[in-house]
């Protein structure tokens, strides 16, 4: 059976006893009934992350997907990944912020209030 349908053979035994358990309907796809991993943290600790990411991190900056890991690891006493970090983050609803580049050879506000001056003189 195995060879013939693509299963391994372990699959098929699952297969069977579910079939010899519930009948037809023990076949259809289970997958829409697994409610999938327990969350890392609890509503309790959403509440508690949402109210330390409205202050910066201790080194400044912004928050990152790797820093809100961290702050998540020292909590839950176990490694916690960057991407979890940045899962939460987004669940949170933060996004990517990224400070905008200042040009090397910026102006002045001398300069500046000088070019708009210039400018209003031309126009």
Not at 36 to 62: Q, S, Y
Not at 92 to 108: I, V
Request: glycine share 14%; with cysteine; charged share 25%.
């Amino acid at each position: 059976m195995a060879a013939i349908s693509g299963y391994g053979q372990r699959w098929i035994g699952v297969i069977v006893h579910r079939y010899n358990e519930q009948g037809p309907d023990g076949l259809g796809d289970h997958r829409g009934k697994n409610a999938g991993a327990k969350p890392l943290l609890d509503k309790e600790g959403e509440a508690v992350l949402k109210t330390v990411l409205a202050e910066p991190p201790a080194d400044g900056g912004l928050w990152t997907g790797p820093k809100v890991a961290a702050w998540m690891s020292a909590r839950l006493g176990r490694k916690v990944w960057p991407q979890r970090g940045w899962d939460y983050l987004k669940k949170l609803g933060h996004s990517l912020q990224m400070p905008r580049p200042r040009h090397a050879k910026a102006a002045s506000a001398e300069e500046q209030a000088l070019y708009k001056k210039a400018c209003r003189a031309d126009g």
